[in-house]
């Protein structure tokens, strides 16, 4: 379970649900099937290469839920749908039988709100290429970009990426951290596959910081 004694009222709700979550088996049926497409790797262990390093903090945008997420590096742009918990804890996901569909956290902050905000997505579904396929090619300083229901776009840097066991999800770090900034946390599976389960391993985790908003 997460430890809540650090965490501000006003976001113990949050941190409360992250730490229900089975999170051992988040974005579980990844796979889609019992092997991953041709030459997939579901993730990435290697630490994000230097790049051009974030600009500063920018201000953060008042609560709007996301419509659409953009990165341009990967050719990705993809609808966003909210996400909640199951009646057994873990989190939601993207149906498979929509690769393209990304899912936000929507017990957590909005794309924007100051805070942690988490979108989801599959890394392939049936055998084929999905939405969050490439995510392990993101480096430092690549651009995200999200379009919010209030017609603002949040645009986020990568700062860092995260390759776990599923056993060992950074439960508090991802869902629950206490910032004073507006970050991005982009989640998907990764490491090796396992054939006997039909699942990935591990997920991998891009961490960005909110850098400009309109």
């Known amino acids: 379970m997460t430890d809540r004694t650090t965490v501000p009222a006003g ?32 993730g990435g262990s290697t630490p994000a290469a230097s790049a051009a390093v974030p600009e500063g903090n920018a201000k953060p945008l008042p609560k709007s839920p996301p419509k659409t ?17 199951r009646p057994d804890g873990r989190i939601e996901e993207p149906p498979l039988s929509r690769p393209n569909l990304t899912g936000w956290y929507k017990l957590g902050p909005t794309p924007g709100e100051n805070g942690p905000s988490v979108i989801l997505g599959h890394v392939d579904a049936n055998k084929k290429q999905a939405v969050f396929y490439r995510l ?12 919010r229901q209030d017609g603002t ?11 776990v066991d599923k056993n060992a999800f950074p439960h508090k770090k991802v869902f629950a ?15 090796a596959f396992d054939a006997s389960t039909g699942h990935y391993k591990n997920n991998l985790i891009v961490y960005a910081k909110l850098v400009q908003s309109a």
């Open 153 to 163: 776009t949040a645009t986020f840097a990568v700062t860092s990426k995260q390759d």
């Open 11 to 42: 976001r113990r709700a949050v941190c409360a649900a992250a730490g229900a979550l089975v999170i051992g088996l988040l974005l579980g049926s990844c796979g889609g099937g019992d092997e991953p497409p041709a030459a997939a790797s579901g």
């Open 136 to 147: 392990k090619d993101l480096k430092q300083g690549d651009r995200i970009e999200v379009t």
């Open 69 to 85: 997420l953009s990165i341009a590096k990967l050719g990705v742009t993809a609808p966003v749908s909210p996400l909640g918990l």
């Open 177 to 191: 951290e206490t910032l004073d900034y507006s970050s991005l946390r982009l989640v998907t599976c990764g490491g």
